[in-house]
């Protein structure tokens, strides 16, 4: 019985080599941060800012728990709707559970939908890889080098 040869090809072999240096690339580039300022000289600011307090008032919480009740009560009363009147009634319901995410959130946790955690986390993520790669670029040297 002989033993499993595998056979590449140049060609396969140039696709392998060439794969490996851009996944070599991707992973050693190091990842490029937005610029980690506090805003506020957009034209837009104010009125986002007012619209952002607007959506997660207590007022928009009121109405975002009668829109969920109301909304779930006619789909599970509703009785025969045509699929336009279901998907605006989805529409609805699914507007006021985003409106409503927000407080609930901060009632039960203390703390409302951030999204500077995510930051946080893409920066232990971009270190934990540039120590990846520095490791995986010392193994192929030793490799190169013969060790």
């Known amino acids: ?5 595998f056979n590449i090809s140049r060609v396969g072999n140039k696709a392998l080599v060439v794969v490996a240096v851009a996944l070599l690339l991707m992973l050693a580039a190091h990842p490029a941060f937005a610029a980690q300022t506090a805003g506020g000289g957009l034209p837009f600011d104010s ?3 007012k619209i952002r307090s ?5 007022y928009a919480y009121g109405v975002a728990i ?6 779930g009560a006619t789909l599970i009363f509703g009785g025969d709707m ?3 009147l279901r998907t605006l009634i989805f529409i609805v319901l699914v507007l006021a559970f985003v409106v409503a995410a927000q407080n609930t959130l901060s009632a ?3 703390q409302g ?4 955690a995510a930051h946080d986390m893409a920066t232990r993520s971009a270190d934990w890889i540039t120590t990846q790669v520095s490791a995986l670029q010392d193994a192929v040297s030793r490799v190169a080098k013969g060790e």
């Not at 019985?1 to 040869?5: A, D, E, G, Y």
């Not at 009668?66 to 909304?71: D, E, F, H, K, P």
């Open 1 to 5: 019985m002989q033993p499993l040869q």
């Open 47 to 49: 009125w986002m800012t």
């Open 54 to 58: 607007s959506v997660t008032g207590p």
């Open 66 to 71: 009668i829109g969920l009740v109301g909304a």
């Open 82 to 84: 045509n699929g336009f």
């Open 108 to 110: 039960v946790t203390g």
């Open 113 to 116: 939908a951030e999204i500077t």
